[in-house]
């Protein structure tokens, strides 16, 4: 088994796990936490493809067998992604920064204090 392979699945628990994960009921912050770390896993998995890709161009084999893969793996980390953002979306309450209140999602003002909810509205 070359070095990549490994690479490759171990990569691929780490997917498997992830994607266990997002399938349970967490907390937005959570939620932001794991969007950001599919990103990272999105953006590595785009430099992992141009490696194989490269490598394929000079004549590797190995390498031509894994963008495949790859690309799959691709995929599922957008979906994941996908499932995320709409979790983060339907969150179903955004607590006041001030007062510590849980408002509904899709109000712009705290009902409790009037604090706006959203730090880039409101300058101070
Ligand atoms: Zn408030």
Redesign the pocket.
């Known amino acids: 088994m070359s070095k990549f392979d490994n690479t490759f699945d171990s990569a691929k628990r780490y997917f498997d796990a992830a994607a266990a994960k997002t399938g349970e009921v967490i907390g937005s912050s959570k939620l932001k936490v794991e969007r950001s770390q599919i990103r990272t896993r999105i953006n590595s998995l785009y430099a992992r493809l141009g490696r194989a890709y490269y490598a394929s161009r000079n004549g590797n084999a190995e390498e031509e067998a894994l963008i495949d893969k790859i690309l799959e793996k691709l995929e599922g980390a957008m979906s994941d992604l996908e499932d995320v953002e709409v979790l983060i979306a339907s969150s179903k309450s955004i607590k ?1 920064p ?4 849980k408002n509904s999602a899709g109000v712009d003002f ?1 009902k ?4 706006s909810l959203y730090d880039d509205e409101e300058e101070f």
Not at 98 to 101: H, L, R, Y
Not at 112 to 115: H, S, V, Y
Request: hydrophobic residues 20%; charged residues 20%.
């Open positions: 006041c001030i007062c510590g209140k705290c409790e204090c009037g604090m």
